[in-house]
């Protein structure tokens, strides 16, 4: 088994090649004096991204949800502790004009908002009220103009057509052959809409970025909190593609397994280590339904309760892995 953690780094980066903080580009008053204000009330120990590790479960589960909830498969919580979540450090505000076009970037969309603060005095005021979070204590920036340090989001700006580029201030640090695959949340969706890329990091020396669809806005603006899971990455093996080959019946390997699995699932039932959960509606309509088979619309358009069945999740693929493993 690979160990990752030998085979690449991320690092979180304060500025750019050129000593810009990243976040710098998320404030339109932020230029000439301005730019040096607001560098100076900045942190330095953070970057422009939260990266945290990937947890097996995202959510709260309630002890009435019904069984088998995906929480229970072991694949599934693989899957979401994959690497590495991505959290903004500040709100991501989306603005539209008059005209309904989406603004082209993080400092043009808030300098609109702060030419109509009546309209957008909402997201004005959780934008300010995020901004010390990335600043320094306030004894160190009392004398800084408000206007200047408050005003900041997280920056992102126009790529192409439909899509946003939204700067991470990451970089990686990985073995030949290993890159980073940075993409959508696993088995959850974010609030934006993250299209997905393997970058090279093996060679390629310069921070990687986020690529979002434009979202769709039910009104003037979209103001994405600060602290919220956008992105997901992780380390893989880029250049190692797999054989494909077809085979007339398993492997002897993968039939000894087999009798394995139906033997360990056999004896996990009798144990009553098995999970129920009770089906009713669409997904009870079965070809072993005498009523059924004789009409399948009317079975399936309106479902009898006499067709309801209980499943029953085992977990061999549990049991198995510690075996295997």
């Known amino acids: 088994m690979v160990d990752w953690r030998k085979q690449g780094t991320l690092v979180t980066m304060h500025c750019d090649a050129r000593g810009v903080p990243f976040l710098a580009a998320g404030a339109p008053r932020a230029h000439g004096a301005g730019a040096r204000e607001l560098a100076s009330a900045l942190r330095t120990d953070m970057g422009p991204f939260e990266v945290v590790p990937a947890t097996p479960v995202t959510r709260a589960v309630g002890r009435d949800e019904p069984?088998?909830?995906?929480?229970?498969?072991?694949?599934?919580?693989?899957a979401n502790g994959l690497g590495y979540v991505l959290r903004n450090r500040l709100p991501l505000l989306f603005v539209r004009n008059r005209q309904r076009e989406l603004l082209g970037d993080a400092r043009t969309a808030l300098a609109y908002a702060l030419s109509r603060p009546r309209h957008f005095a909402e997201e004005l005021?959780?934008?300010?009220?995020a901004a010390p979070e990335v600043m320094v204590p306030e004894a160190e920036r009392r004398h800084l103009p408000a206007d200047v340090i408050y005003y900041i989001t997280q920056p992102y700006h126009?790529?192409?057509?439909?899509?946003?580029?939204?700067?991470?201030?990451?970089?990686?640090?990985?073995?030949?052959?290993?890159?980073?695959?940075?993409?959508?949340?696993?088995?959850r969706s974010g609030p934006l809409s993250i299209r997905a890329g393997l970058v090279e990091t093996d060679w390629h020396r310069r921070e990687?970025?986020?690529?979002?669809?434009w979202p769709k806005l039910d009104s003037d603006s979209l103001l994405i909190p600060a602290g919220s899971a956008l992105a997901q990455a992780w380390?893989?093996?880029?250049d190692q593609s797999g054989r494909i080959r077809h085979e007339h019946s398993?492997?002897?390997?993968?039939?000894?397994?087999?009798?394995?699995w139906r033997t360990t699932t056999a004896r996990l039932v009798a144990e009553r280590r098995g999970i129920l959960a009770h089906n009713s509606g669409i997904r009870t309509v079965s070809l072993d339904c005498a009523h059924c088979r004789m009409s399948m619309p009317g079975?399936?358009?309106?479902?009898?309760?006499?067709?309801?069945?209980?499943?029953l999740y085992v977990p061999t693929y549990k049991t198995l892995r510690r075996t295997h493993n």
């Open 250 to 260: 398993p492997p002897p390997e993968a039939v000894s397994y087999d009798h394995e």
């Open 158 to 187: 126009s790529f192409t057509t439909g899509f946003y580029g939204i700067q991470t201030g990451i970089y990686a640090v990985t073995q030949p052959g290993i890159g980073v695959w940075l993409g959508p949340l696993v088995n």
């Open 67 to 78: 069984q088998p909830i995906p929480e229970v498969c072991l694949p599934y919580r693989q």
């Open 208 to 213: 990687v970025f986020l690529v979002a669809d």
């Open 299 to 311: 079975a399936a358009d309106d479902p009898q309760p006499e067709h309801s069945w209980t499943d």
């Open 235 to 238: 380390f893989v093996a880029y």
């Open 125 to 129: 005021a959780a934008i300010r009220a």
